[in-house]
């Protein structure tokens, strides 16, 4: 079972790898895309899946990784590769400035502080106008390297996929799983938790710059409305609830299924999508809030660290 | 800064910062209430404040009757959608880790605003009612600001009047204290929460009627009220009722004053600079409270 899952793995990976040769533009984007959501969706997870702490305003740091990359490659003439790499640090960065104080906040308060977050960054990238272009934006020097940032966006996905699996199954993992499950127990056992909930939250907070910067690269043109916008918390946050929170493939797998669902079938609804979307999102909190692996988890003997 | 800044500048600026930060309060108190009960953060309270709104757009615009006469109307009408919504979902994730609320609560939010503008498009509208100033020596008070201003103070003392002195109220009270100790004192938990949620719409639809008559509406402007009501929540300390009253003046009286020395931009900030640095430094709210 476990032999076949890997080789089952492997041809994927084989597949998705050799997948630009035949592609279409269109085929193209629409896996970047989707690597994109399975990266940010696993992103959240190691935070919020694991602690039980709602990153509530997460698409901060993809604003701010978005911010970082464009400003480095238009005004500073970067190479896209290592300014989206300096998008993830520009990520981690700010969880550390955020982190550090707002992870004492209990339950709904530090998803409400994340919130305030966000807005507090959309305003300052519009106020810093000479940095960032202000609310008109700011364009990169056209490019087109839809090719290498597929594989970059892919790596980045498979990267934070293989990060969680690593962090599941490890003696880091089950500390964090403590504190979401009791944290003043978790204390009581001698765990650090404020510095492992640190730990937790730049590593949640990196891959999001990363892939906010790549982003910025892909579409050439950033503003502050369009990289911090909450829709994009709430997406990858009911992503990683639809396939499971906690677990190590169900962002991805929630990932994959509903971004496939939107593009066939929501995009058919012009005008009611957006219902449509809320309606998922109340029929998965209150339906099946474990996700699909919870359910699988729950009726078959799955492995805990699946 | 370079700008010459006059006592009557000063002035002004507190006039509305006091006169917003009533409906301010108004409509957070609406929040802290489903808070204070239930432990839920309502994310939808600022789309049930839109509806409110459009609910006056269309009184006055198909009946041509006094806007603030539509409160009537507005009032009722979102409390028995408030109603509605704690029975068939709400009530489900009372107990759940908020992750459950919040995101429920975003997406009846996120239904509501595009049924909305399904409906009646994504167009500003706005009520022309009343227009123009008294003026008062040298300061200037927009007219449909001061009557909102009086709707919105009369609301919230009615509202604590009731909290205060009512059967209903104390048990609302009763219940935000100690759910359990409520219970066992012959208060019907459920019911409350249902009341509490159904009050809580009518206050923000209220706050959306007023809204309506000052400035131009359209489907998605109930996040920022939402907002608001969360730092203003935060800022009184959660579950705090007449917490939720100064904060809502607190925010007024913040906001105006930093948009007197910075950017408007700018004023939005400074508001969650403080939401953050109060929820570190006094968790609890400025005014005391109970910590959760």
């Given at each position: ?41 696993q992103s959240?997870n190691l ?109 980045a996905?498979v990267a934070v996929t293989a990060t969680a699996f690593l962090i599941i199954?490890s003696?880091?993992g ?29 590593l949640s907070?990196f891959v ?40 190590v ?58 | ?292």
């Amino acid at each position: 079972m476990k032999r076949a899952f890997i080789a089952a793995l492997g041809v994927l990976l084989v597949a998705l790898a050799l997948y630009p040769i035949t592609a279409t533009g269109y085929g193209i984007r629409f896996m970047l895309q989707l690597f994109m959501w399975v990266a940010l969706a696993q992103s959240w997870n190691l935070i919020s899946g694991l602690t039980g702490y709602v990153s509530f305003g997460h698409v901060a740091f993809f604003g701010t990784g978005a911010y970082a990359t464009g400003i480095l490659v238009a005004t500073h003439g970067w190479h896209w590769m290592p300014a989206s790499l300096m998008g993830g640090v520009a990520g981690a960065i700010l969880a550390l400035i955020i982190g550090y104080p707002c992870l004492r906040l209990k339950g709904p308060y530090f998803a409400i502080s994340m919130l305030g977050l966000n807005e507090v960054m959309r305003v300052l990238v519009s106020y810093f106008e000479g940095l960032t272009g202000g609310g008109s934006g700011l364009s990169l020097p056209a490019l087109h390297a839809s090719v290498p940032i597929y594989y970059a966006t892919g790596l980045a996905a498979v990267a934070v996929t293989a990060t969680a699996f690593l962090i599941i199954t490890s003696r880091f993992g089950l500390r964090l799983m403590t504190i979401r499950e009791d944290e003043v127990a978790a204390e009581a056992m001698g765990i650090d938790t404020a510095r492992y909930k640190l730990y937790a939250f730049l590593l949640s907070a990196f891959v999001p710059g990363v892939v906010g910067g790549l982003q910025a690269r892909d579409q050439g043109y950033i503003e502050p409305m369009a990289v911090f916008p909450l829709l994009t918390t709430i997406t990858m946050i009911v992503m990683a609830l639809f396939g499971g929170k906690g677990t190590v493939w169900g962002p991805a797998l929630g990932a994959v299924t509903l971004f496939v669902f939107q593009e066939l079938v929501w995009a058919r609804f012009l005008y009611l999508h957006q219902v449509l979307f809320g309606a998922i999102i109340i029929v998965v909190v209150l339906l099946m809030p474990r996700g699909i692996l919870g359910i699988l988890q729950q009726r078959y003997q799955l492995p805990r660290t699946i | 800064m370079g700008v010459i800044i006059t006592p009557a500048m000063v002035g002004q600026v507190v006039i509305s910062g006091l006169l917003a930060g009533a409906l301010y309060s108004m409509v957070a108190l609406g929040l802290a209430l489903i808070f204070g009960v239930m432990r839920v953060i309502n994310v939808a309270h600022g789309t049930i404040l839109m509806l409110g709104a459009y609910t006056t757009f269309w009184w006055f615009q198909l009946l041509g009757i006094n806007p603030y006469l539509s409160l009537l109307l507005s009032m009722p009408l979102m409390f028995l959608l408030g109603v509605f919504l704690q029975r068939s979902m709400v009530h489900r994730v009372v107990d759940a880790p908020e992750l459950s609320s919040l995101l429920l609560t975003f997406g009846i939010s996120i239904a509501l605003v595009n049924v909305t503008q399904y409906a009646f498009s994504s167009d500003v509208r706005s009520v022309e009612f009343l227009t123009g100033s008294f003026l008062v020596g040298p300061l200037a008070l927009s007219k449909s600001r001061l009557i909102s201003f009086a709707f919105a103070v009369g609301l919230t003392l009615f509202a604590f009047w009731f909290l205060q002195k009512t059967k209903l109220g104390k048990a609302i009270r009763a219940t935000s204290q100690s759910r359990e100790v409520a219970m066992v004192c012959g208060v019907n938990v459920q019911r409350i929460h249902l009341y509490a949620f159904g009050m809580a719409s009518a206050l923000a639809a209220a706050g959306g009627s007023l809204v309506a008559v000052i400035v131009a509406i359209q489907p998605e402007m109930g996040q920022v009220y939402t907002f608001k009501s969360f730092l203003v929540i935060v800022l009184g300390g959660a579950g705090n009722y007449p917490g939720a009253l100064l904060g809502g003046m607190l925010l007024g009286l913040v906001e105006q004053l930093s948009s007197l020395f910075l950017t408007t931009q700018v004023s939005e900030a400074v508001a969650y600079v403080l939401l953050v640095l109060v929820l570190l430094l006094r968790p609890t709210g400025l005014f005391g409270g109970r910590s959760t």
